[in-house]
């Protein structure tokens, strides 16, 4: 059974900091990886996805990387802003195809102006 | 494009009672998966339809919960009668996969989600 683990569970920085969430994943046959983001009292954005055949995935200030052989994903934030601040969700698609997410319990971060 | 739809936003329920939530997915999305979040949690996988058919449902409490996908679109999650711990955010998803063998990917989308409080 697949089981998606995050750390920090919390963080609080100042503005402009680069940082880095991490996402560990206890089975490495995984079909793709998404990275969300959740405001509070609002569904899921998706940020990022990385394919089981990529390395790396880049968007804007956002660079999110794979290293499937030991069950681990990072996602940076380069000069973080206040909008910034929410609950960053991982999670992965273990089964192939369409099947459903399993996801960590997010990192909620918090961006000090 | 326009997104996931979901209603109502908001529902507060005395136990035992019953509820529905509804789910209208991204156009042209064959997939469609219904997610419970409690508090402090990550979503869970509570059920996914291919079109019209349920593809797994493992994870779906049956004694009270049930969801249908009338003509493979919209969707509706029932539960009758609730429980105190059904308090949660209920979320769906559409989906559809892209590309071919190995560079093919299933990016979902999620709505805005049900907060539903069962007092």
């Known amino acids: 059974k697949q089981e998606v683990t995050q750390i920090p569970a919390a963080l609080s920085v100042p503005e402009g900091e680069n940082l880095v969430l991490n996402c560990s994943f206890t089975?490495?046959?995984?079909?793709?990886l998404q990275w969300f983001r959740q405001d509070p009292g609002k569904g899921l954005t998706s940020l990022l996805l990385?394919?089981?055949?990529?390395r790396e995935q880049t968007s804007g200030r956002l660079n999110a990387s794979l290293d499937k052989s030991s069950g681990r994903s990072t996602l940076y934030i380069a000069a973080s802003q206040p909008g910034d601040s929410a609950t960053y969700l991982c999670?992965?698609?273990?089964?192939?195809?369409?099947?459903?997410?399993?996801f960590g319990k997010g990192t909620h971060l918090i961006i000090q102006p | 494009e326009a997104g996931v739809a979901q209603s109502p936003r908001y529902k507060i329920i005395e136990k035992r009672q019953s509820v529905a939530f509804w789910c209208n997915p991204i156009?042209?999305?064959?997939?469609l998966y219904w997610y419970q979040q409690i508090l402090g949690q990550g979503p869970k996988l509570l059920i996914q339809?291919?079109?019209?058919?349920?593809?797994?449902d493992s994870q779906l409490p049956k004694d009270r919960f049930s969801a249908e996908r009338l003509k493979g679109v919209d969707s509706t999650l029932k539960i009758q009668p609730a429980k105190l711990e059904d308090s949660a955010v209920y979320l769906c998803?559409?989906?559809?996969?892209?590309?071919?063998?190995?560079?093919?990917?299933?990016?979902?989308?999620f709505g805005p989600g049900t907060r539903l409080t069962v007092l």
């Open positions: 998803a559409s989906s559809y996969i892209s590309g071919q063998g190995p560079s093919s990917y299933n990016e979902q989308f």
């Open positions: 156009s042209g999305h064959a997939t």
């Open positions: 339809f291919q079109n019209n058919g349920v593809v797994d």
């Open positions: 999670a992965v698609n273990s089964g192939g195809g369409a099947d459903g997410l399993t």
């Open positions: 089975d490495s046959a995984i079909y793709n």
């Open positions: 990385i394919q089981s055949s990529q």
